[in-house]
C-alpha cells in the first residue's frame, strides 16, 4: 500500500508538537495496532504477522507468516511443501512463507478497531511523558486553569493535560468559576495500567507548606526550618518551625510585624466565607515545652508526662479549658498530630481534686531560657576564635595571612635632610652678594633665571650684561631663620611697610606655600629709575594755571 510521504511526515511533527509524542513512538504505536487489526481480520489471534512501514519508499507492506512443513496440520501456522511450490515456488521444509496482504482489503470494522487501538496507544504514550514529566515535581506547588467546576470536584488544565481534583482535596467552603488560575500542590504521580495519575491537591499539608516557603524569604533560604504541620483545612492549622541560631525567634521572624507575613499565607488559603487560622509555634527538642506551646493560644499551667506512652496530661486554667479543646476540639486534635503525643486536658481544679503532681510551666520554661543562654554562650565563644586548624580566620579563602605588627624604625625628617642637602649646595656654588630691594610680607623663594630676566628686559640692550651675570639664587636660611622670618614679615604688614596688599598675602598664605627668604632680583635697571625719577620731577613742576582745559574738553565732545 502506498502512503503520502510529505503528509504523513507533517501529521507525525503535529504530533510531536501538540502531544509531545516522538516520531518513534508513532510509528511503533501504529505498527502494534496495524498488527492487531491484521490478527482480527485472520481470525485468530495466534497467527504471525509482519507489518513493515518504509517512510523512504512510502509504501506499508503486511504479510502472514507459516512454516513449510511435509503434512500441514495447523492451516494458520503451517502450508505443506506442496503448496508452498505449487506456484513455482522451491521452498524447503522450514522455511517461512508469507502470504501478502494489503491494509486496502481490510474490512472496515478492522480499520476502525485500528484506529482506537492507536488513539489508546498515543493516550498511553501521553500519559508517560506526563509521568516523566511530573515525577520530578512531586511535592512543589505548580499553577493551573480550572475548566470545570462543581461540587464534586475541579478539572484544572495544567499545560498539555488536565488534571481532577477532587472535593476532599480542596479547602473547606472554597468554590471556583471556570478560567481561573490557581495553585496546587503535586502529592503524587503514579503510574499504571491505565497510564499515568497525577494527584493534586489544596488542603494537604504541604500545600501550606509550599506557601510559606513562597512568601517567608526566611524560610525559602534554609535560616528557618519547618519541622511539622497539622492541618485541617479551612479550620485551622499549626505549624512548628526551628532556627539554629538562637538569637533569631523562628516564630516571630515568620509572623513578620504586625503579622503581615503570615497574612500574605492566609489569604492564599481558599477563598470561603471563613478565613483558615494558622499558629506558629517554635520547635524545641524539650518534649513538654514543645507540647504546651502546641496548644497555645490557651494558657497552660503545667504538664505531666509520659514518654513511655507518648501521653501527657497538660493542667490549664479553669477559663482556658474551652480553648485549649478548640471548636469541635481542633485544637487539642491539631495538637496531637503536631507532637504525636496523647494529650489529656485538665483543669487546675481537677488537678487538685485528683492529686496530680506536675510540672509548672515556669519551672520548664526557666530550664529552656538556661539551654537557650547555654547555646549563645557557645555561638558567642565560637565567633571568638581567630583562626580554625588550617591557621586562618573563619569564613575567609584559604591561604589568607592576618596582618602582622609592624615596628616603625625613626626616620630622619624630609624637610631637615633637604635643608642639609642644600645647604651643602650652597657651600660648593659662588655666593651672589645682592641687596633685597623689599622683603615680602611672608617669606617667599623665587628663581630667578637667564631667561626670565631677558623676557622682563627686552627692550633694555643695556640690561643684557645684567641677564648674563645672573645665577640661579637658593636658601642657606635654617628652620629657625624661617620661623623668624615670618614673625617679622607678619609685623611689618600690619605697619604697612610691605608692597604687596593684603588680599594678595591671603590669598598666597591660603594656598599652603612654603617659601625660604632670600636676596632677590630688581626688576627695574639703575636707569629706568632714574628716567621715572625726571618724569615725577617733571610733573611735579607743571603748574595748573598752564593747563588749557578747553583743548581736554574739545577732545571729549569730539569722540
Known sequence: MAINVVEFNAALEQLEITKGISRETVLAALKEAMIKGFKKEIGDDEAIVE??????????????????????????LEISLEDANKDGGKY???????????????????VLSIKSIL???????????????????????????????????????????????????????????????????????ESNTKGARIHVSRSHEGFLKALMTEEIHDIYDGTIVIKAIARE????????????DPTIDPAGTCIGPNGSRI???????????????????SYSSNTPLFIMEALKPAQVSGIKIDEESKSAVVIVKDDSFSLAI?????????????TGYNIDIKTESDAV???????SFDEISAMELEEKAARIAQAQRESLVYQDNRGSLPGLPE???????????????????????????????????????????????EETTVEAEAEQAQEEPAEEEAQEEAVEVKTTTTLEDLEKSLESSAKKETKGKGKKTKKKAEEETSENVVVHEGPRMSIYTEEELREMEEEEEEYDEVDDEDIDYDEYDQYYDEN
Open 326 to 338: 478548640g471548636k469541635k476540639g481542633v485544637n487539642v486534635r491539631l495538637a496531637v498530630k503536631l
Open 233 to 244: 483545612a479551612g479550620e485551622r492549622s499549626k505549624v512548628a518551625v526551628y532556627c539554629e
Open 353 to 359: 481534686e485528683e492529686e496530680i503532681e506536675y510540672t
Open 119 to 189: 488513539k489508546q496507544k498515543f493516550a498511553e504514550a501521553e500519559k508517560e511523558i506526563l509521568f516523566e514529566q511530573f515525577r520530578d515535581k512531586i511535592g512543589t506547588m505548580i499553577t493551573g486553569r480550572v475548566e470545570q467546576f462543581d461540587d464534586r470536584g475541579a478539572s484544572v488544565n495544567i499545560g498539555k493535560t488536565s488534571v481532577y481534583m477532587q472535593k476532599k482535596d480542596m479547602i473547606k467552603g472554597e468554590r471556583f468559576a471556570v478560567g481561573d488560575t490557581i495553585k496546587l500542590f503535586v502529592v503524587d504521580v
Open 92 to 110: 524447503k521444509i522450514g522455511d517461512e512463507y508469507r502470504i501478502p496482504a494489503s491494509p486496502e482489503n481490510l474490512r472496515k470494522a478492522i
Open 399 to 445: 591561604g589568607y595571612v592576618a596582618p602582622q605588627e609592624r615596628t616603625y624604625e625613626e626616620e630622619a625628617n624630609d624637610f631637615d635632610s633637604a635643608l642639609e642637602e642644600q645647604a651643602e649646595r650652597e657651600e660648593a656654588a659662588p655666593q651672589v652678594n645682592e641687596e633685597p630691594v623689599q622683603e615680602e610680607a611672608e617669606a617667599e623663594v
Open 263 to 281: 497574612q500574605k499565607v492566609v489569604s492564599q488559603l481558599g477563598n470561603g466565607p471563613t478565613k483558615e487560622k494558622i499558629d506558629i509555634i
Open 51 to 76: 507489518v513493515n512501514i518504509d517512510l523512504d519508499r512510502g509504501t506499508i507492506e503486511m504479510f502472514q507468516i507459516k512454516t513449510v512443513v511435509e503434512d500441514a496440520e495447523d492451516i494458520l
